[in-house]
């Protein structure tokens, strides 16, 4: 069955240091893959997704992400986080049987930025 | 302004009873969702509709019926509420028309059922 992982809950990094947030995905065919974000009381947002091609992918906010086949994994970088970069992240396969649209999601990491 | 409004913010209803959550998207997107946030579980995914037609259940009961009253409105009504329902209803929508197409949320419905 397809699957996210996000093997981290929380991560702190402190105001410009570098980020990395982890993300395993499991499908059997080529997945189109995505990271959203979800600020206090707000609904998700977008950050950015890969469909083909280059397999680093830019998004918001000086957000990137790279895609590996062969470790089955999409990991989000940045390299100088921002104390507003706090929020949860998640990742999200589309997916499943058929011709679906649903986005199958990870539990969510918990970004906080210390100053 | 809000392109994908929730009605309303918070709710809070009693086992046993009815409510219906609201959603209205003014992105001209041709598809809707439903997805659910519950303490300790991923995002999960519910419904989806394309032009007001149902294309995808992945809901177990049938207490939750979306309902769709025109293109740009989605509602989700549920039925004898149980204290498990209790979760963050997000809708979404999309512009489906060639490949996969980035999914807009809105801010969400946090239900309480007591």
């Known amino acids: 069955a397809q699957s996210v992982t996000q093997p981290d809950a929380r991560v702190t990094v402190s105001e410009g240091a570098s980020l990395q947030l982890r993300c395993k995905y499991s499908y059997s065919a080529t997945p189109y893959l995505f990271w959203y974000v979800q600020y206090p009381r707000q609904g998700l947002q977008m950050l950015l997704k890969?469909?083909?091609?280059?397999?680093v992918v830019q998004g918001v906010n000086g957000f990137e992400a790279e895609f590996s086949k062969s470790d089955s994994s999409f990991h989000l970088r940045k390299a100088s986080v921002h104390w507003s970069d706090s929020a949860v992240y998640f990742c999200?396969?589309?997916?499943?049987?058929?011709?679906?649209?649903?986005?199958?999601f990870g539990l969510g990491t918990t970004l906080q930025v210390q100053p | 302004d809000p392109k994908i409004i929730q009605k309303p913010k918070y709710l809070v209803a009693v086992t046993g009873s009815e409510k219906i959550l609201i959603c209205e998207q003014y992105l001209g997107h041709n598809a809707m969702y439903w997805y659910r946030q519950s303490a300790k579980k991923p995002l999960e995914f519910m419904f989806s509709?394309?032009?007001?037609?149902?294309?995808d259940n992945q809901t177990a009961s049938s207490r939750f019926q979306p309902q769709s009253s025109k293109k740009n409105h989605l509602d989700l009504q549920i039925t004898a509420l149980k204290p498990d329902d209790s979760a963050t209803y997000f809708c979404?929508?999309?512009?489906?028309?060639?490949?996969?197409?980035?999914?807009?949320f809105g801010p969400g419905t946090r239900l309480t059922v007591l």
């Open positions: 890969y469909y083909s091609g280059d397999p």
């Open positions: 509709y394309s032009y007001q037609k149902l294309m």
């Open positions: 979404a929508s999309s512009q489906e028309d060639r490949g996969p197409a980035e999914q807009f």
């Open positions: 999200a396969v589309r997916g499943g049987t058929g011709n679906t649209r649903k986005l199958i």
